[in-house]
């Protein structure tokens, strides 16, 4: 529908008629939410050029806001409440598009002039509350809250902005209570159940929250939130079947939904139905053949089960099509290396160089590549990169400090940078084991050997722990 520009001098008559024919032309939108901001009568005492003059420019303001010309919207409802400064929906007008531009302070000035003008209205001190929350004074946000409810004890919105509001602050057993009143009042309304049924998740009260989820699907049994719902905590609790059963449900009702095929590939793989996973992200890319992380999900099965050739392939057609993402070229890249095909593997990482803008992870690959390479220098050169970029990058330090000891060089160094992956990560069995690696090559038996039975407590079936163990065991022998 076109935009019907207005000329500048509206007549008193049309401009009243644009303020009074239905809050639909001046609606505020907050957070989904509608309020009408219909004005309650104008002082007719004063003379009416003024009057005129006034709802011109706010009827231009309104024009300006409907094409989001919000500096603009901004300028005339100023210049109207310079002329006409006691309309209380003038002044939450122009609050409203204060918030648009992130002018907040100016915007609760504007909400304060306007529930002073008319404390019957609640909606100033709404959007006061949602002003107070965006800048995380929920405290303040609460009491505007609570005022609502103590004043409109059965608003649906205001009672359910406050329970979302003690969400933030992690008080879910109060917003649980609420919810429950809630529905209490409402037992038809699935979207009470469902958002209840998300803070049950939260607190841990599983059986609570699929007991909510399945009310909301006796309601309405076409509702897919709600089967994504109960897919998702079927998840967490790794009763995978269950979770695949969900989510086929939500997706026979959406069939073109693309994130249901995401969460049914992960669901699979996580089963062990690597198979299965591979079919959805093979029908999510004809639904979508610029879905990069169905690719990146479906190339890294192929990539854990030591497929090389098949995730090269893969990744082959991501690149294609025309997807330009790092991760990818990293991917592809890794998968060359595993074949022996350095040349190949060191062009897509420095393709990946351009695109990336965590460029330390590409230095940290290409460093893993010249290692294979066995050009130690060069791969210590882009470890030290890799952690010049990124000082807390724990695997660059081990892989690091792993490569003096193997080579038994710079073992003090070693030691020094295995011990700053650890503390980034001080359970890693394979940094411990690294610890323990480069205390032995110091000769530093007896310390290298607690070491390592510390790794293997944190990595029972890791065979290189294993192997370097007997070693030091020998040795004591010996």
Same mark, same amino acid.
């Given at each position: 529908?076109?935009?019907?520009?207005?000329?500048?001098?509206?007549?008193?008559?049309?401009?009243?008629?644009?303020?009074?024919?239905?809050?639909?032309?001046?609606?505020?939108?907050?957070?989904?939410?509608?309020?009408?901001?219909?004005?309650?009568?104008?002082?007719?005492?004063?003379?009416?050029?003024?009057?005129?003059?006034?709802?011109?420019? *706010?009827?231009?303001?309104?024009?300006?806001?409907?094409?989001?010309?919000?500096?603009?919207?901004?300028?005339? *409802?100023?210049?109207?409440? @310079?002329?006409?400064?006691?309309?209380?929906?003038?002044?939450?007008?122009?609050?409203?598009?204060?918030?648009?531009?992130?002018?907040?302070?100016?915007?609760?000035?504007?909400?304060?002039?306007?529930? @002073?003008? =008319?404390?019957?209205?609640?909606?100033?001190?709404?959007?006061?509350?949602?002003?107070?929350?965006?800048?995380?004074?929920?405290?303040?946000?609460?009491?505007?809250? @609570?005022?609502?409810?103590?004043?409109?004890?059965?608003?649906?919105?205001?009672?359910?902005?406050?329970?979302?509001?003690?969400?933030?602050?992690?008080?879910?057993?109060?917003?649980?209570?609420?919810?429950?009143?809630?529905?209490?009042?409402?037992?038809?309304?699935?979207?009470?159940?469902?958002?209840?049924?998300?803070?049950?998740?939260?607190?841990?009260?599983?059986?609570?929250?699929?007991?909510?989820?399945? @009310?909301?699907?006796?309601? =309405?049994?076409?509702?897919?939130?709600?089967?994504?719902?109960?897919?998702?905590?079927?998840?967490?609790?790794?009763?995978?079947?269950?979770?695949?059963?969900?989510?086929?449900?939500?997706?026979?009702?959406?069939?073109?939904?693309?994130?249901?095929?995401?969460?049914?590939?992960?669901?699979?793989?996580?089963?062990?139905?690597?198979?299965?996973?591979?079919?959805? *992200?093979?029908?999510?890319?004809?639904?979508?053949?610029?879905?990069?992380?169905? *690719?990146?999900?479906?190339?890294?099965?192929?990539?854990?089960?030591?497929?090389?050739?098949?995730?090269?392939?893969?990744?082959?057609?991501?690149?294609?099509?025309?997807?330009?993402?790092?991760?990818?070229?990293?991917?592809?890249?890794?998968?060359?290396?595993?074949?022996?095909?350095?040349?190949?593997?060191?062009?897509?990482?420095?393709?990946?160089?351009?695109?990336?803008?965590?460029?330390? +992870?590409?230095?940290?690959?290409?460093?893993?590549?010249?290692?294979?390479?066995?050009?130690?220098?060069?791969? +210590?050169?882009?470890?030290?990169?890799?952690?010049?970029?990124?000082?807390?990058?724990?695997?660059?330090?081990?892989?690091?400090?792993?490569?003096?000891?193997?080579?038994?060089?710079?073992?003090?160094?070693?030691?020094?940078?295995?011990?700053?992956?650890?503390?980034?990560?001080?359970?890693?069995?394979?940094?411990?084991?690294?610890?323990?690696?480069?205390?032995?090559?110091?000769?530093?038996?007896?310390?290298?050997?607690?070491?390592?039975?510390?790794?293997?407590?944190?990595?029972?079936? =890791?065979?290189?722990?294993?192997?370097?163990?007997?070693?030091?065991?020998?040795?004591?022998?010996?």
């Amino acid at each position: 529908m076109r935009k019907i520009l207005l000329p500048l001098a509206v007549s008193i008559a049309a401009a009243a008629f644009v303020i009074t024919s239905a809050c639909a032309i001046i609606d505020i939108s907050a957070r989904g939410r509608i309020f009408g901001a219909c004005y309650k009568g104008i002082d007719n005492t004063r003379p009416s050029s003024v009057l005129s003059k006034s709802l011109a420019h *706010y009827t231009m303001g309104i024009i300006y806001d409907n094409d989001e010309k919000f500096d603009e919207a901004i300028r005339e *409802y100023r210049y109207a409440l @310079s002329l006409e400064p006691d309309i209380s929906y003038m002044h939450t007008r122009l609050a409203v598009d204060y918030m648009h531009t992130n002018k907040n302070q100016a915007a609760l000035v504007e909400l304060k002039t306007a529930g @002073s003008l =008319d404390p019957d209205d609640l909606k100033p001190k709404f959007l006061t509350a949602l002003v107070l929350t965006s800048e995380g004074r929920f405290d303040d946000a609460r009491r505007e809250y @609570s005022d609502i409810v103590r004043r409109e004890p059965e608003s649906i919105w205001a009672l359910s902005s406050l329970a979302d509001l003690l969400v933030m602050q992690k008080k879910m057993s109060e917003a649980a209570a609420i919810y429950e009143r809630l529905i209490a009042k409402n037992k038809d309304s699935t979207a009470l159940y469902f958002n209840l049924a998300v803070i049950y998740s939260r607190m841990g009260k599983t059986g609570a929250a699929i007991e909510r989820l399945k @009310s909301a699907l006796r309601i =309405d049994p076409d509702y897919v939130e709600a089967y994504i719902g109960l897919g998702a905590i079927y998840e967490a609790k790794k009763d995978y079947n269950e979770a695949i059963g969900y989510f086929n449900k939500a997706l026979e009702r959406e069939p073109i939904n693309a994130p249901l095929y995401h969460y049914l590939g992960f669901v699979y793989t996580k089963a062990g139905k690597t198979d299965e996973a591979i079919r959805q *992200y093979g029908l999510l890319v004809k639904l979508n053949p610029k879905d990069t992380l169905a *690719y990146a999900q479906w190339a890294d099965i192929y990539l854990k089960e030591k497929k090389y050739n098949e995730a090269v392939s893969i990744l082959g057609k991501a690149i294609q099509a025309g997807i330009k993402d790092p991760d990818l070229y990293i991917a592809i890249g890794y998968a060359n290396s595993e074949l022996g095909n350095y040349d190949e593997a060191l062009n897509f990482y420095n393709t990946a160089l351009g695109l990336s803008r965590y460029k330390a +992870a590409v230095y940290f690959y290409r460093g893993a590549l010249y290692e294979k390479m066995k050009n130690a220098a060069a791969a +210590a050169k882009e470890f030290r990169e890799a952690i010049r970029l990124d000082p807390d990058f724990a695997e660059a330090y081990n892989y690091l400090g792993y490569i003096f000891a193997e080579s038994g060089e710079n073992l003090d160094e070693a030691v020094t940078l295995i011990k700053k992956a650890l503390e980034v990560d001080p359970k890693n069995g394979a940094y411990i084991d690294s610890l323990g690696w480069a205390y032995f090559k110091k000769g530093m038996t007896e310390e290298a050997y607690k070491e390592l039975q510390r790794a293997i407590k944190a990595e029972p079936d =890791d065979p290189e722990i294993k192997s370097h163990i007997e070693t030091v065991r020998k040795k004591i022998k010996r």
